[in-house]
Nanobody, 124 residues
Framework: QVQLVESGGGLVQAGGSLRLSCAAS????????GGWFRQVPGQEREFVAA????????YYADSVKGRFTISRDKAKNTVYLQMNSLKPEDTAVYYC?????????????????WGQGTQVTVSS
């Protein structure tokens, strides 16, 4: 099993920045890739960004391209999401996820492990 713990959420004004962290523990050697999703109450969970663990290939939702950057520190078993130029529509609970194989990085069904979520609120 792999455990994921997110941190770094909070309240920020529009145009500001936040960095989310996701620390993995347990059978981390089984991780193939990590990702971030977000969810607003009453809506489906939405893909934000993903990164492969070995080669560092990255994937982004169109809505965050150019503003968000995903990265990983293999030595620390941690995935980061740097969020710049935040907008009120970025307000959501952000979830870290990890998957064991080379599936579709954009689909939540591809991921085996999930964190508990961290709230990000962007005020206008």
């Amino acid at each position: 099993q792999v455990q994921l713990v997110e941190s770094g959420g909070g309240l920020v004004q529009a145009g500001g920045s936040l960095r989310l962290s996701c620390a993995a523990s347990g059978r981390t050697f089984s991780i193939y890739a990590g990702g971030w999703f977000r969810q607003v109450p009453g809506q489906e969970r939405e893909f934000v960004a993903a990164i492969s663990w070995s080669g560092g290939s990255t994937y982004y939702a169109d809505s965050v391209k150019g503003r968000f950057t995903i990265s990983r520190d293999k030595a620390k078993n941690t995935v980061y999401l740097q969020m710049n130029s935040l907008k009120p529509e970025d307000t959501a609970v952000y979830y870290c996820a990890a998957r064991r194989w080379d599936g579709d990085p954009y689909r939540s069904e591809s991921y085996n492990y999930w964190g508990q979520g961290t709230q990000v609120t962007v005020s206008s």
